[in-house]
């Protein structure tokens, strides 16, 4: 699985969570004897018979919230015990990204001189330091997190039972107007995750999804620096992708010095590449590149060993997707809501009427969001609008979770770059020509410059014909990437074109007349 994959397990975890304690709290405003007042004067607007039992259905109710709280926190001790389990998976990828996503180019530059030798025993203490440090951090976090949804939990019962007190005894409400209301408000607000010293309310989504990226982005970042710091290294470069923020779309695919040199410097090409001071960055703020919620990565930059990454989105096309991404969210939100209400309204034994008219909002929402889709292309993911193990059977839910892998991969490939620069490469077999009157042969272990991916794996371009070229050489259509690159002969330079898999080059040849040189 990769990081992304393995944080949105977490976040599951806590969706599912809610939503469990949500329904018990449903369950248990059901139980017990209903209260008496239940007819209504359509006229006057209020009940036509007295308080009748509303008191005693108040103390019965409360009286059971120690039960409900006891209830709810087995529910909480049963996801904590996956979510150490998970989170323990999720920090195990991001060290074996930070320990690898530089080593390639470190090795390199070891060899060359450029770059001083990492010591490998002092390397790993200092892993394990961070890593330790990040896990306790991230488990007492969630600890207080579960503290805070077993209160809220509470809370929230209570204020449902002496609101709807309240208003029967009022004459304000019959009991089922009172009950629906409340309920709904309820699926609609949720539980709180933390508060902020703001008085901010997070959701538990919303707190776990930040506190898990953010904190593996940082335990990321803190072994790449070590690494940097221990060899030598100051230039960092930042990913890119469509769709970013707009503080992180200002510093991605840029060069950044560490210490805070400002300048130029050039990449393997000698091309002149502008450098950046880091603290000149949106580094820091909570929006800002590699900050809560970010998807950018960084990438140690060698003056003169390094390639500068290319961007093939203008900044008009990232803005555009980042506001559909924030709108497609923002429905799947919409929609997990609706459903949750639904199942609430159900539990606590809700007019039939009503329930019905939460459902055709429901269906009217749907089908906002499949028209908002139709009209962006923008894939729909399933998978994010079901409110986990409680609304759906295994199989739908096993249905729902393919249907959501399926669309990562997707949705992973289009924010790859089309074309993508490559190393030079030996040509493995000879390639025969006879293109517009001209015959020849391009030898076998001539070197192939100026490579470029054009599509495949590591291109957002999909190559058409994967599976038959897959199942004709008999390698995996995943791993298949197209290029182009140039041998240079004395008098002609020639266009290779070929498939490529784990190394492996096929049906190499010509596509174009060779050019002559000057």
């Not at 969630?142 to 209570?158: H, I, T, V």
């Not at 004709?472 to 020639?494: F, I, M, P, S, W």
């Not at 596509?511 to 000057?518: L, V």
């Amino acid at each position: 699985m990769s990081l992304d994959e393995l944080e949105e397990q977490i976040e599951r975890i806590y969706i599912d969570m809610e939503n469990e304690l949500l329904l018990n709290i449903a369950k248990k405003l059901a139980a017990g004897k209903p209260m008496e007042i239940d007819k209504w004067d359509e006229v006057n607007q209020q009940p036509l018979v007295g308080s009748g039992e509303v008191n005693e259905w108040q103390l019965q109710r409360l009286k059971e919230l120690n039960g409900l709280n006891e209830e709810n926190a087995k529910i909480i001790a049963k996801y904590s015990g996956k979510t150490v389990e998970e989170v323990n998976k999720v920090f195990d990828r991001a060290r074996e990204i930070g320990m690898t996503r530089d080593e390639t180019l470190i090795q390199e530059g070891i060899k060359l001189g450029i770059l001083n030798a990492i010591e490998p025993d002092t390397e790993e203490l200092l892993v394990r330091s961070i890593l330790s440090n990040a896990v306790e951090e991230i488990l007492t976090t969630f600890n207080k997190q579960n503290n805070s949804l077993l209160a809220s939990a509470g809370d929230e019962y209570r204020d449902i039972v002496n609101k709807v007190s309240s208003q029967v005894l009022a004459g304000t409400k019959t009991t089922n107007k009172a009950m629906q209301e409340a309920v709904s408000q309820l699926a609609e607000k949720g539980l709180t995750g933390f508060t902020a010293r703001n008085g901010a309310r997070w959701n538990p989504e919303g707190y776990t999804k930040m506190v898990i990226r953010t904190n593996t982005q940082n335990t990321i970042n803190r072994i790449q620096d070590e690494r940097i710091q221990a060899c030598g290294g100051d230039f960092i470069e930042i990913s890119s992708h469509s769709g970013a923020r707009p503080l992180c779309s200002q510093d991605q695919g840029q060069v950044f010095s560490l210490s805070g040199y400002s300048g130029y410097i050039e990449d393997l090409d000698g091309n002149r590449i502008k450098v950046r001071r880091w603290f000149d960055s949106s580094y820091g703020e909570p929006a800002g590149i590699l900050g809560i919620n970010c998807r950018h990565s960084r990438y140690m930059f060698v003056p003169g060993l390094s390639k500068k990454r290319e961007m093939d989105f203008t900044k008009a096309e990232n803005d555009e997707i980042y506001i559909e991404s924030q709108k497609q969210r923002l429905y799947e939100r919409t929609i997990r809501n609706k459903k949750r209400e639904i199942a609430m309204l159900k539990q606590t034994g809700a007019e039939p009427s009503y329930v019905k008219r939460k459902q055709n909002s429901l269906s009217n929402t749907r089908k906002e969001y499949l028209e908002f889709l139709d009209k962006t292309g923008r894939t729909r993911i399933t998978a994010n609008e079901w409110i986990g193990s409680t609304s759906l059977s295994p199989k739908a839910k096993e249905k729902a979770t393919k249907s959501y892998q399926n669309w990562k991969k997707k949705d992973d490939k289009k924010k790859l770059p089309k074309v993508v620069k490559s190393d030079d490469v030996i040509l493995q077999n000879k390639v025969d020509y006879d293109i517009m009157g001209m015959q020849g042969v391009v030898p076998s272990n001539t070197t192939i410059t100026n490579v470029r991916i054009i599509a495949g794996k590591d291109s957002s371009v999909d190559i058409r014909d994967r599976y038959k070229i897959a199942e004709e050489y008999n390698v995996n259509a995943t791993e298949l990437n197209k290029k182009v690159g140039v041998v240079q002969g004395k008098y002609y330079d020639y266009e290779i074109h070929w498939y490529e898999a784990n190394g492996l080059q096929l049906e190499a040849k010509l596509k174009n007349k060779p050019k002559e040189r000057k």
